[in-house]
């Protein structure tokens, strides 16, 4: 029963893993989703680009997933490196 | 040392049931409280049909309640259950239970508001299809309860399930997190559904010919928008059956916590984002119907990207709970 320092970085390795990809899921889940909600209000209102907007959409969301896959490496970093 | 323990889940009974109906009422009350205001505005535009407004917004606001009812309803169960008191376990079962059910129906309550609302809108401008907005807005209100139901799935498994058997640690953790994952996934899903549920009655009562293809798309984005609940009720069904060996070592426990926390809070982003853009498409579909397939094939790709760090979360709860 007696907890060692090693045990409670461990411990609070993994905490930290799943609170960094739980918290930062929601920015990115939340972005992606008005940039998808604003494209199709502009395919509604102008369908004739609805290439050139799907494309922009896209890309405003990959950059938007970016903290997304930040938090990802950070929780896989504390789970198998730190 | 047997006093102590009857008194700890004695405690956790009361502070779970205080959660599960302190948390569950919120939902309901802000969801409500918008169909209300919703319903003042709509009557002070058309006030000849009052009388539908007002039967309306009640039958909406009856609908959003049944979160905060499923709330009562474990609450009082965890007050007067007869339940072992000298098994910790069920202490943390019943603290659990009660996170996940007050966390679960934050986001159906708030969700259900919206159809709520926009139907009382749309009756005072189209008071022909008064009947046909009453429709989908049971509908898409229904569909918005289904994370508040997951939620109560869990935490009924959590107070009856008992666990005479399983080691006291780590299998706390994995109890405790069993109700983040679900609670805290359902806030999204449940705010997500609400908002393509509102924008189904706001298009209907702009466009009522387009009934059809607005309530299509408006299954189609709510089924993608309860996705990531679906993931937390996954996680925790695995926290709740996995036997896990015995360790005393807190890393163990914290892995599970942990996962539980991730697939929880990760959760709720993709839900709101889900229903965000369900709600652009099923707005838009109504206001330019001959678009529908092109809309609902973007709002399908738009919700896949969106859902993606949901995906994540899971990943890395799964790794924390197999792997690490």
């Known amino acids: 029963m007696a907890i060692e320092g090693a045990d409670i970085v461990k411990a609070a390795a993994f905490l930290g893993a799943g609170l960094s990809m739980g918290l930062g899921a929601i920015g990115p889940g939340v972005g992606e989703g008005m940039v998808a909600a604003k ?31 930040y938090s990802l490496v950070i929780a896989l970093l504390l789970l198998f490196v730190v | 040392m047997d006093i102590d323990t009857q008194i700890l889940v004695k405690s956790a009974a009361f502070v779970g049931a205080g959660m599960a109906m302190g948390l569950g009422a919120m939902g309901a009350a ?40 499923f709330a009562l309803v474990v609450s009082i169960l965890m007050l007067f259950l007869d339940v072992p008191l000298d098994n910790l376990l069920n202490g943390a079962a019943l603290l659990g239970a009660g996170i996940c059910m ?12 919206f159809p709520g609302g926009q139907a009382c809108v749309g009756i005072a401008r189209q008071p022909a299809v008064a009947s046909r907005l009453t429709t989908n807005m ?44 679900t609670g805290l996934a359902a806030i999204g899903s449940g705010y997500g559904g ?97 678009r529908a397939g092109e809309l ?6 738009g919700q896949a990207v969106s859902q993606s760090t949901a995906i994540y979360a899971m990943v890395v709860a799964l790794v924390l709970i197999f792997v690490v």
């Open chain 2, 194 to 290: 609400g908002l393509a549920a509102g924008a189904s009655c706001e298009g209907i009562s702009r466009q009522p010919e387009s009934v059809g293809n607005v309530t299509t798309v408006m299954l189609v984005g709510q089924a993608v928008a309860q996705t990531p609940s679906i993931f937390g009720l996954l996680v925790s069904f695995i926290l709740l059956f996995k036997r896990f060996p015995e360790s005393y070592e807190l890393q163990a426990a914290m892995a599970l916590l942990g996962a539980g926390l991730c697939m929880g809070f990760g959760g709720i982003g993709p839900g709101v984002g889900n229903g965000m853009a369900a709600e652009g498409a099923v707005r838009w579909v109504a206001r330019n119907v001959k």
């Open chain 2, 102 to 113: 007050g966390f679960g129906a934050v986001g159906s309550g708030i969700g259900s508001g």
């Open chain 2, 138 to 181: 049971l509908i898409g209100s229904a569909v918005c309860q289904t994370p508040a139901i997951f939620s109560m799935v869990v935490a009924l498994m959590l107070v009856f399930m008992g666990f005479d058997q399983a080691p006291l640690s780590p299998t706390w953790a994995a109890l405790v997190g069993a109700g983040f994952s």
């Open chain 2, 30 to 69: 802000i969801g409500e409280g918008y169909t209300a205001a919703e319903a003042n505005g709509a009557v002070s535009r058309n006030p000849e049909i009052s009388g539908d407004i007002f039967k309306n917004m009640l039958v909406g606001q009856a609908v959003a309640e049944s979160a905060s009812i």
């Open chain 2, 296 to 301: 609902m094939r973007i709002m399908l790709v």
């Open chain 1, 39 to 69: 494209a199709c209000e502009a395919i509604g209102k102008n369908p004739r680009e609805a290439g050139l907007l799907t494309r922009t959409m896209l890309v405003g969301q990959a950059v938007s997933e970016s903290t997304g896959i």
